[in-house]
């Protein structure tokens, strides 16, 4: 049974870090595009992050320069580093994974994946 775990997320000030994980069984990361997304309180779900089964990166605007994902094989896991963190960071966060090639234009977008985690909760305030 394919799975996602996602873990990592807490309280954190705004500055601060978190690495999310996002730990897979029952079947091998190497070949999938890995997503993570994201959903504060009454907003709609949005993409965050992608990396490709290449190791091809990609980030939102609203993340650029401050987060960084990561794959290590070995472990079947992907991480996502979350750096100089603001409030509007705070949303509970999701993995995905999908083993479709996709455009870069499409990366980021939920329909793109068959797979999700439960989600963890990142919140971030002082």
């Known amino acids: 049974q394919l799975q996602l775990v996602e873990s990592g997320g807490g309280l954190v000030q705004p500055g601060g870090s978190l690495r999310l994980s996002c730990a897979a069984s029952g079947f091998t990361l190497d070949y999938y595009a890995i997503g993570w997304f994201r959903q504060a309180p009454g907003k709609e779900r949005e993409g965050v992050s992608c990396?490709?089964?290449?190791?091809?990166?990609y980030y939102s605007d609203s993340v650029k320069g401050r987060f960084t994902i990561s794959r290590d094989n070995a472990k079947n896991t992907v991480y996502l580093q979350m750096n100089s963190l603001k409030p509007e960071d705070t949303a509970v966060y999701f993995c995905?994974?999908?083993?479709?090639?996709?455009?870069?234009?499409?990366?980021?977008?939920?329909?793109?994946?068959?797979?999700w985690g439960q989600g963890t909760q990142v919140t971030v305030s002082s």
């Open positions: 990396i490709s089964s290449s190791g091809s990166a």
């Open positions: 995905a994974a999908d083993y479709r090639s996709k455009s870069p234009d499409a990366v980021l977008q939920e329909d793109e994946y068959d797979y």
